[in-house]
Every structure is written in structure tokens, then in C-alpha cells.
């Protein structure tokens, strides 16, 4: 069983992928990001660490990047994936506390793996909230919601959500290689 589906049962509020990103998919990530002069990134969610690889390759030599990830089991396979990338054990709306303990106040860019099609409102919003109180104007999010969420009243209010945060809220093309297929919006503050 891999360790996603695994995970998708024993913990399925904080799980919401039973697979690892494809390539395509962590491509299609890094691509939009657009690393290339970003100073400070935050990844939300690394799960496995499949983008977090991606990202590293993608970021320059002095860039400050760091993950927090809820789920235990996925922060040591990040960490074993990723040797030298820091994984803070943590919630994501404690996303400012670690960009202070870094002497950072605003950081560039959030990439983030985080289910928010199956969180209920409050948690999507404070999500939110730390996401857009830590970027600095300008700055760039991006998330990987599966297809099927488009449909669902909780995707379309993270959707809404989206539009009410951000001054641009973009969709790429899905891809179907993933799975389930999933595509990315990328937002600027």
C-alpha cells in the first residue's frame, strides 16, 4: 500500500491525496512559481516531498526555503527525500511564526499540497488568512486542487475564497497524468 493511501486512512482529515504528485504535476508547479528570483519560499503540505524536490532544484543558492507539514510520518519522508531541507512538524497557520524565527518578516512565495477542498470553512479561511498576512505584495500563491473538487460546494468556496484574498487568481490546464487529475491555481497578491 503506499504510503499516501496509508495516510488517507489513518489520517484523512489532513490527508487529502492518495497518491504522490506526478511529474507533470510538479513540473507544472515549479513552472508557474517561477523561483528564479524569489528570496524566501514556504512549502505547505510536502506530503512526500515529489515538489519539494522540484522546488529545491528550482530555487537559487541563497534563497530561504522551509516546509511545515502536519502529519509526522510525512515530515520524515520529506526530510529523507530531501536531506538539508528544513521540515518543521507543524500547522500551517503557524506559518508566520516560522518566518520570524527565520528574522524574516514577508516571504516571496507559498506553494502549498494542502487539501483545502475537504476543510470547513474556518479552517480554510485562517488558512488563508497566515497564507496572505505572509506574503509580501506581490507575492505568489499556488495550490493543487484535484479536478473533482471544482465540483464540490467546498472547492467552490475555496474557489470564492481564492478571488476574495488575491488581486489575481489564475487555473492552469489540468493534468490528467495525475492521480486524480489535478491543476494548480496560481494567485498574486
Not at 22 to 37: H, I
Not at 50 to 75: C, G, H, M, Q, Y
Request: glycine fraction near 8%.
Amino acid at each position: 500500500m503506499s504510503s499516501f493511501i496509508k495516510q488517507f486512512f489513518l489520517e484523512p482529515k489532513s490527508t487529502g491525496a492518495v497518491a504522490a504528485a506526478s511529474p507533470s504535476l510538479a513540473s507544472c508547479v515549479t513552472n508557474l512559481a517561477d523561483l528564479s528570483a524569489a528570496k524566501v519560499v514556504v512549502e505547505l503540505g510536502p506530503g512526500n516531498g515529489v515538489i519539494t524536490e522540484r522546488i529545491v532544484k528550482s530555487l537559487r543558492p541563497d534563497a530561504l526555503f522551509f516546509a511545515l507539514e502536519i502529519n509526522p510520518s510525512f515530515v520524515e519522508q520529506t526530510r529523507k527525500r530531501c536531506p538539508g531541507v528544513l521540515v518543521y512538524h507543524d500547522s500551517a497557520v503557524n506559518l508566520k511564526k516560522y518566518l520570524d524565527k527565520h528574522g524574516v518578516k514577508k516571504c516571496d512565495c507559498v506553494i502549498s499540497g494542502l487539501p483545502y477542498a475537504s476543510f470547513g470553512k474556518g479552517l480554510q479561511e485562517e488558512l488563508m488568512c497566515a497564507v496572505v498576512d505572509s506574503l509580501s505584495v506581490g507575492g505568489k500563491f499556488l495550490t493543487i486542487p484535484y479536478f473533482h473538487g471544482l465540483f464540490l460546494p467546498k472547492g467552490k468556496r475555496f474557489r470564492d475564497l481564492l478571488s476574495s484574498k488575491f488581486g489575481v487568481v489564475n487555473q492552469s490546464k489540468v493534468v490528467w497524468d495525475n492521480i486524480p487529475p489535478a491543476f494548480v491555481y496560481h494567485c498574486r497578491k
